[in-house]
T-cell receptor
């Protein structure tokens, strides 16, 4: 999958706990994205990055933060997980504007 | 910001028939329109894309059309096969200097019956 690794692949956590999801790429692509996928909503953009230390908010950024200290890693943090954040999270990368997005295989997060 | 609407949400066709999925977008600055196919348990995979300076693009059984004036674009699959069964997503992207976001439609679950 275009050299994208998401970890963990599955996680169950309790309400109120912090959670960090990791996306690692080996393609040296500039842009990285975090989406969540929920039935009836398709893929919704949480945050994205257009370079090291350059990030911006997407459609549904409340409750999430991100960090990109290296080109290859993009971290998504839920500071205090809530049940509404139960979802499948996808990381995606691309090398330039208006080029195809390549997705990882997702992380299934359950908040109990 | 950009908003993408996709229809229908589910589509069932007989093997060999054609399938059409339609999307509309709101931001006239959007200039890149990819289509993705997602199989169960996997991430979406790009199947075809089109840029705003082109009205139609074809790749074997798959074609995409774009009407910039009306702000809508469509995916056409001809001679459908059971392996075409999946969820399909359209998306619209604005240039980096105008946000650079890729916004997706809600998805269409296509079922091809043998």
């Amino acid at each position: 999958d275009a050299g994208i690794t998401q970890s963990p692949r599955h996680k169950v956590t309790e309400t109120g706990t912090p959670v960090t999801l990791r996306c690692h790429q080996t393609e040296n692509h500039r842009y990285m994205y975090w989406y969540r996928q929920d039935p009836g909503h398709g893929l919704r953009l949480i945050h994205y990055s257009y370079g090291v230390k350059d990030t911006d908010k997407g459609e549904v950024s409340d409750g999430y933060s991100v960090s990109r200290s290296k080109t290859e890693d993009f971290l998504l943090t839920l500071e205090s997980a809530t049940s509404s954040q139960t979802s499948v999270y996808f990381c995606a990368i691309r090398d330039r504007d208006n080029s195809p997005l390549h997705f990882g295989n997702g992380t299934r997060l359950t908040v109990t | 910001g950009e908003n993408v609407e996709q229809h229908p949400s589910t589509l069932s066709v007989q093997e060999g028939d054609s399938a059409v999925i339609k999307c509309t977008y709101s931001d006239s600055a959007s200039n890149y329109f990819p289509w993705y196919k997602q199989e169960l348990g996997k991430g979406p995979q790009l199947i075809i894309d089109i840029r705003s300076n082109v009205g139609e693009k074809k790749d074997q059984r798959i074609a995409v059309t774009l009407n910039k004036t009306a702000k809508h674009f469509s995916l056409h699959i001809t001679e459908t096969q059971p392996e075409d069964s999946a969820v399909y997503f359209c998306a619209a992207s604005t240039p980096r200097n105008q946000g650079g976001k890729l916004i997706f439609g809600q998805g269409t679950e296509l079922s091809v019956k043998p």
